[in-house]
């Protein structure tokens, strides 16, 4: 799913984003018959807040978006909730039962029935507490998981790259 991956790169577009605005308002203010000295002592600072202002503005809608967008492994249509970090992800998806299994029997990661052990820590999360059914991958050597909880209609999706 990439979480990390596309957290850097959001972040990244960001700060090059304002890099080139306070490259471009640099250029004009040389158009302007500034010195170069002056065009450095206003472009750095300028450069500095404007990444920190759109970091803050427009890193976690735009990694969001990013994010939702390249994920083959998850539902495209039903999503209520989602809601990724640099390492785990949480979702929340309307689908009924049927759709849920055909869903699950065609997953690329290889889903199989769980047991609920990390319910714990899932479930204050995403709201789920008793869950129909509940699907999950093996346990990845980096303790990286997908695990997929089904109730009332809605299906619960907790992933953790590490």
């Known amino acids: 799913m990439n979480l990390g991956y596309i957290y850097l ?59 939702q967008k390249q994920n083959t492994a998850l539902p495209r249509e039903g999503c209520l909730i989602y809601r990724p970090s640099f390492g785990h992800l949480y979702a929340i998806y309307t689908m009924d039962r049927e759709k849920f299994s055909s869903w699950v029997t065609r997953h690329p990661w290889k889903l199989h029935p769980g047991n609920n052990d990390l319910l714990f820590a899932d479930g204050p999360v995403l709201g789920c507490s008793a869950p129909e059914l509940n699907y999950e991958t093996e346990m990845a050597p980096n303790g990286g998981q997908l695990r997929v909880y089904y109730e009332k209609g809605k299906v619960f999706v907790s992933y953790n790259v590490m």
Do not use: E, K, M, Y
């Open 9 to 67: 790169l959001s972040f990244f577009a960001l700060i090059v984003c304002s890099l080139f605005i306070s490259i471009l308002g640099a250029s004009i203010l040389r158009n302007w018959h500034f010195s170069w000295r002056s065009i450095i002592i206003c472009a750095l600072p300028t450069w500095l807040v404007l990444g920190f202002f759109s970091l803050d503005t427009f890193h976690q809608p735009l990694f969001v978006a990013w994010h």
